[in-house]
C-alpha cells in the first residue's frame, strides 16, 4: 500500500486514477481548489485527505503524511480563453512549486502527465500555450531528476466516461444524442492514436509499482500504437450509437470544416517502453466505444 498525492483528481483523467488507487488499497491525499466541482469524485470524498491548494499552504499537504508518490494530473488547456500567465500558473508555476515540496521532504517519486501534443507543431493560439508551458515544465523536471526519480507519461488521445461534454468524443455523442441534422466536421484524414482512459489509468498503476526499476528523468509514450484517422474513430461511434438508437437520422458532414491552422495530422507512438514493463492496452477502439456509451446511458 502506497500514499499518493494525486493533483487535477476532480478532472477527467484525475477521478478515474484516484479510483482506482482507492480500489486497490493505496491512500490519497487530493489537491485541489476550494472552488473545484467535484461531481466525479463526490463519493470518494470520504476516503481521502483533501487539501484546497488555493486557501491552504502547499507544504501541509506533505507534512501530514509521508508521500510515497506525486501523480501529477493537473493543468490548463486555456480553451476558455484564459490569459497566458493563468495557463503558465497552472501547467508550470504550480508544477514547479509541487516538485519543490515533494524535493524538500525525500518523495521517491513525481509522475508527471504530459501530451502528444509536444511534438515542436505549429499549434491552434490556445494549445501553444498550453503546451508550451508543458514542454518548460518538462525541462524543470529533467534539471531536477537528480533529487527525486521522474517519469513523464506523454498521453494519446484518452476518451471514456464522464469527460467533459466539450472534448470531442463526448461532444460527438451529445450531437447524437440531439439527432441533429448534420454534423459539421472536418474531413478526418487526421491521424491519432485514441486510447481508452482504463488502458491509461493502467499505465500509471504500472508506473507506481514498477518506479524503483527507473532512475533519474524517465519518459514513456502511453497509447495503443493503432493509429487511425479521426473519420474511421467517428465513423465507428456513429454506428456503435445507430446500434442502439436505429432511428438515427444524423448525417456525418466530413468536410463540412475546414482543418484549423497548425492542426495536427499525424502522431507517433512508440509504446514498446511501456510493453517491457508488463503493459498492454485491454480495449480495442470498439469495445471502448461500447463501454464509454454504456455510462451515457
Not at 485541489?32 to 466541482?37: D, G, L, M, V, Y
Not at 521517491?108 to 501553444?128: E, H, M, Q, R
Not at 484549423?260 to 477502439?285: C, F, Q, R
Request: charge should be negative; glycine fraction near 6%.
Amino acid at each position: 500500500m502506497k500514499h499518493v498525492l494525486l493533483t487535477g483528481a476532480t478532472g477527467f483523467l484525475g477521478s478515474h486514477l484516484l479510483e482506482a488507487l482507492l480500489r486497490q488499497g493505496d491512500q490519497v491525499t487530493i489537491l485541489k481548489r476550494s472552488t473545484s466541482n467535484t461531481w466525479r469524485i463526490k463519493h470518494l470524498l470520504e476516503q481521502v485527505t483533501a487539501f484546497d491548494a488555493d486557501v491552504q499552504p502547499l507544504e501541509e499537504a506533505f507534512k501530514a503524511r509521508k508521500i510515497d508518490a506525486v501523480i501529477h494530473t493537473a493543468c490548463s488547456y486555456g480553451r476558455k480563453g484564459e490569459p497566458a500567465h493563468l495557463v503558465a500558473e497552472t501547467n508550470l508555476l504550480f508544477g514547479l512549486r509541487l516538485l519543490d515540496a515533494a524535493t524538500s521532504v525525500n518523495t521517491a517519486t513525481f509522475i508527471n502527465t504530459d501530451t502528444f501534443f509536444n511534438t515542436g507543431s505549429v499549434l491552434p493560439k490556445y494549445l501553444n500555450a498550453y503546451t508550451l508551458s508543458k514542454k518548460q515544465f518538462v525541462e524543470w523536471l529533467k534539471q531536477n531528476s537528480s533529487q527525486i526519480r521522474i517519469i513523464n507519461l506523454k498521453l494519446e488521445h484518452m476518451y471514456g466516461p464522464n469527460d467533459n461534454q466539450t472534448k470531442f468524443a463526448p461532444w460527438i455523442i451529445s450531437q447524437l444524442e440531439k439527432d441533429v441534422e448534420r454534423l459539421a466536421l472536418t474531413d478526418g484524414t487526421q491521424l491519432r492514436d485514441f486510447i481508452y482512459i482504463d488502458d491509461v489509468v493502467s499505465a500509471y498503476l504500472l508506473m507506481l509499482e514498477t518506479a524503483s526499476l527507473t532512475e533519474g528523468f524517465t519518459e514513456f509514450d502511453v497509447g495503443t500504437a493503432n493509429i487511425v484517422s479521426v473519420r474511421e474513430f467517428v465513423c465507428e461511434l456513429y454506428e456503435a450509437f445507430k446500434a442502439r438508437k436505429p432511428d438515427l437520422r444524423t448525417v456525418l458532414g466530413f468536410g463540412d470544416i475546414s482543418l484549423g491552422a497548425g492542426e495536427m495530422t499525424e502522431v507517433e507512438v512508440d509504446n514498446s517502453a511501456l510493453k517491457k514493463l508488463g503493459w498492454h492496452p485491454k480495449y480495442s477502439i470498439n469495445q471502448g466505444i461500447q463501454k464509454m456509451l454504456t455510462s451515457f446511458n
